[in-house]
Nanobody
Framework: EVQLVESGGGLVQAGGSLRLSCVGS????????IGWFRQVPGKEREGVSC????????YYLDSVKDRFTISRDNAKRTAYLEMSGLKPEDTAVYYC?????????????????WGQGIQVTVSS
């Protein structure tokens, strides 16, 4: 059974930093694209960032470029989302996802496996 478990969320002041982690199990982690999405109540889920397994190429949502960094450690079966310069508009539930489309120029979509989500709240 594929499982993705997020950790590292919480409450932070504007301008602060958080690091989200996503541990995968039940699949060959190094063979899968990993992505991070976020969702605010009443809005559609949006793709924040993703990283390709083959060459570690990455994609970022425009609004998080230069503030967020995605990475992966295949030996630890873990993906990370380093978030700095956080803004109140970054407040959302963040989801880790696996096995989907990820292209540095065309974005991210159609992920098959999802974590349970973790809350990130940025206070002003």
């Amino acid at each position: 059974e594929v499982q993705l478990v997020e950790s590292g969320g919480g409450l932070v002041q504007a301008g602060g930093s958080l690091r989200l982690s996503c541990v995968g199990s039940g699949f060959i982690f190094e063979d899968f694209v990993i992505g991070w999405f976020r969702q605010v109540p009443g809005k559609e889920r949006e793709g924040v960032s993703c990283i390709v397994n083959v060459d570690n190429s990455t994609y970022y949502l425009d609004s998080v470029k230069d503030r967020f960094t995605i990475s992966r450690d295949n030996a630890k079966r873990t993906a990370y989302l380093e978030m700095s310069g956080l803004k109140p508009e970054d407040t959302a539930v963040y989801y880790c996802a696996a096995f989907g489309f990820c292209n540095p120029y065309r974005g991210m979509s159609q992920y098959d496996y999802w974590g349970q989500g973790i809350q990130v709240t940025v206070s002003s």
